[in-house]
């Protein structure tokens, strides 16, 4: 196998349209890699947010189906392959860049890849980068850059299970003391986004076993076949840690909101506790203070004022001792 190519990539070399983008890339043969490069001079071609002028273009100029071309940019659409008379579709799911306002809620996309003689079009619906980070081959032809996009998924979904990991442990460790729902709405979003996720893997598996099978219509040769199981073998084991995640995930949901109820159950036995040490207090001051003669000197004294708020702290203090030793 190749040594890895590190596809770092500049700015792009046209500016950037209102409302969409285009990004033009050329295949560095020597290199094994994508360079940046301008309009009519590359293989690879990036619509970002794609406007209503570009998918007129896309239409025209690239001879896409119309619903081919929304299903690139539907994030609920299936994963798929499709030939067409003049190019092959690729529609695949991806994760979309993590936002803090999305709530604990991993969001989901599609993309897609239209496959010709030449060149390769690419549709996203979002600004995301393409390109970024290393891969474990270079990048040589047309198929090169499919198997790229491909591989650079897995290790996106794979980023995305470490990340709900992570805030899975987090959120857990806040459950413990918690006595609000706040933190378990948010494992609730997480568990949410796992089941997306994997149903989106699984989708991406059936998508790689149909290019297995038409890797010849593909122009796939034997090393790029071979990569293609690799890649194969590869979102196998993070579908099955997805599923992994996902099972835990579901199992504990329970007893994480046993944990919280638990919690709030043992404040309110707390001040419940607490507020009939603080009757029985009143109940010592209100007897004492009622108008009625006492079997005791009232004027001209302190000592009686003094005897009754003894009482009347000790006894609240009685009512915490019981509940100490009974351990209620």
């Not at 060149?119 to 995301?128: C, I, K, R, S, T």
């Not at 393409?130 to 980023?159: A, C, K, M, N, W």
């Not at 378990?184 to 089941?195: C, D, G, P, R």
Request: charged content about 20%.
């Amino acid at each position: 196998m190749a040594t890895p190519a590190d596809d770092t990539l500049s700015v792009t070399a046209d500016p950037p349209r209102p409302g969409g983008q285009r990004t033009f890339y050329r295949i560095d043969d020597e290199a094994g890699r994508l360079l940046p490069c301008a309009q009519g001079e590359g293989q690879v071609i990036v619509y970002n947010s794609p406007t209503i002028d570009d998918e007129a273009d896309l239409l025209e100029l690239h001879n896409i189906d119309y619903h081919t071309l929304q299903s690139s940019l539907d994030p609920d659409e299936l994963s798929r392959l499709e030939f067409e008379h003049d190019h092959a579709a690729i529609i695949f799911k991806r994760p979309k860049s993590f936002c803090a306002d999305d709530n604990f809620l991993l969001k989901l996309t599609s993309t897609g890849i239209f496959i010709y003689e030449d060149y390769l079009v690419v549709v996203m619906p979002d600004d995301a980068p393409l390109f970024e980070g290393r891969v474990p081959f270079q990048t040589h032809s047309i198929q090169d850059v499919i198997l790229r996009l491909l591989y650079q998924t897995i290790l996106h979904f794979e980023g995305h299970l470490k990340a709900i990991n992570m805030l899975s442990d987090s959120l857990e460790r806040r459950i413990i003391t918690s006595m609000e729902t706040k933190h378990l709405l948010n494992m609730f979003a997480l568990e949410k986004s796992l089941v997306y996720i994997l149903n989106s893997i699984s989708s991406n598996g059936m998508l790689f076993d149909r290019l297995k099978t038409a890797a010849d219509k593909l122009g796939l040769d034997h090393e790029q076949a071979g990569l293609l199981e690799d890649i194969i073998i590869e979102n196998q084991q993070c579908q099955r840690r997805a599923d992994i995640y996902a099972q835990v995930m579901h199992g504990m949901m329970d007893a994480r909101a046993s944990i919280v109820s638990h919690n709030l159950n043992i404040l309110i036995k707390q001040f419940t506790i607490w507020t009939i040490a603080i009757m029985l207090a009143n109940l010592v001051v209100g007897i004492f203070s009622m108008n009625v003669r006492l079997p005791m000197p009232m004027e001209r004294e302190l000592w009686p004022f003094y005897i009754i708020n003894v009482l009347a702290i000790g006894s609240a203090f009685g009512v915490y001792w019981l509940s100490r030793v009974r351990k209620w």
